[in-house]
């Protein structure tokens, strides 16, 4: 079963926001009753915050709990930063951006995603290769093994391979599988979401299937990449630039 309480309001942000957006489980399709609502998104410096001499809060993080109960960790990123993490390969960064479950937009957030659009490569593919590498390493250690890193391994592979094939960022596991028919998936979803954030996996030698359905699914993105008609460098730093001056001047 998932929450279907409304996502809580933003807590109390010094500076002023261009986008926040739900991330982490509720946005990847499988949020158990105790998850944590993620909020991510892009604040503005004031400009005499810019060129003075104060330490700048590039990132603001601010746990907190609702009146309703959500417990709420919310991160920010300058829009600079933010920015020039944009024209890296990080694939964190597009997901926030682009993700449908907005709790606060505004002019600039359109125009960031639109830019955006050049700034994806084919080398995004790194990012997804390599956090699944990463967790795939972690969940084979663990005892017992939980079913919540399993379905973030899965989902960071298939938000790759669809990146790759199509341009565009999917988040969620649910909709992805759509494409990818895995038969699997629904009941580990549905393990994830019916218990909590400690749901194991039913048996041990379900391993060597999930170790086999990784690898080929890593094979497949690493594939993708290869054959992706995805630009091999991102084109939207003019663009990024104009954007960050105006805004910062308050002109947009």
């Not at 393990?191 to 909590?196: I, L, S, T």
């Amino acid at each position: 079963m998932t929450n279907d309480k409304p996502f809580p309001a933003i807590p109390n942000h010094p500076y002023p926001l261009v986008f926040a957006t739900i991330s982490g489980a509720h946005l990847y399709g499988f949020p158990s009753p105790d998850s944590d609502c993620d909020i991510r998104g892009v604040h503005i410096l004031p400009l005499p915050e810019v060129v003075g001499l104060n330490t700048l809060r590039e990132t603001v993080e601010i746990s907190a709990t609702s009146p309703d109960g959500w417990r709420v960790d919310l991160v920010t990123h300058d829009l600079k930063k933010f920015a020039l993490m944009l024209l890296k390969k990080n694939g964190y960064v597009l997901e926030q951006l682009y993700s449908p479950l907005v709790i606060h937009t505004s002019p600039a957030h359109s125009e960031l995603k639109e830019i955006a659009q050049t700034c994806i490569t084919r080398h995004h593919s790194y990012h997804y290769l390599g956090f699944a590498q990463t967790q795939w390493q972690l969940f084979a250690k663990e005892t017992p093994r939980r079913v919540k890193p399993l379905l973030y391994i899965f989902r960071v592979l298939m938000t790759g391979i669809y990146l790759m094939r199509t341009g565009q960022i999917e988040s969620n596991i649910v909709k992805l599988n759509l494409d990818f028919n895995l038969p699997y998936l629904p009941d580990l979803i549905s393990r994830k979401q019916a218990g909590h954030e400690q749901a194991v996996i039913s048996a041990e030698n379900d391993l060597s299937f999930y170790e086999g359905e990784w690898q080929r699914l890593y094979h497949e993105l690493k594939a993708a990449s290869a054959s992706s008609q995805l630009p091999d460098s991102p084109t939207g730093k003019s663009a990024l630039h104009d954007l960050l001056v105006r805004v910062r001047l308050g002109k947009n």
